[in-house]
């Protein structure tokens, strides 16, 4: 079975799922699947009045810090 990532990934405000059929549409994911069965948030910056992509995704219920691995489709925990 071919794996597309090492979470599963959910876009959007209805959480459409992720995979490697729509990635070209809803890449980066606004949301991933925590260790705690949570839905991490995607942080954004914002800079000059207009919002730019972290790349790190974070947990609401637990804070924990997860970042997308440059040139892949995984995730690894920071803290």
Not at 35 to 43: I, K
Request: proline share 6%; glycine share 6%.
């Amino acid at each position: 079975m071919y794996q597309f990532s090492n979470r599963e990934c959910f876009n959007g405000r209805y959480l459409i799922p992720v995979n490697q059929f729509n990635q070209c549409h809803h890449w980066p994911p606004t949301h991933i699947k925590c260790d705690c069965s949570e839905l991490a948030e995607h942080l954004m910056r914002r800079n000059g009045g207009n919002f730019y992509p972290t790349y790190i995704w974070q947990c609401p219920v637990c804070q924990a810090k997860y970042r997308l691995i440059r040139g892949t489709r995984n995730f690894e925990r920071l803290s």
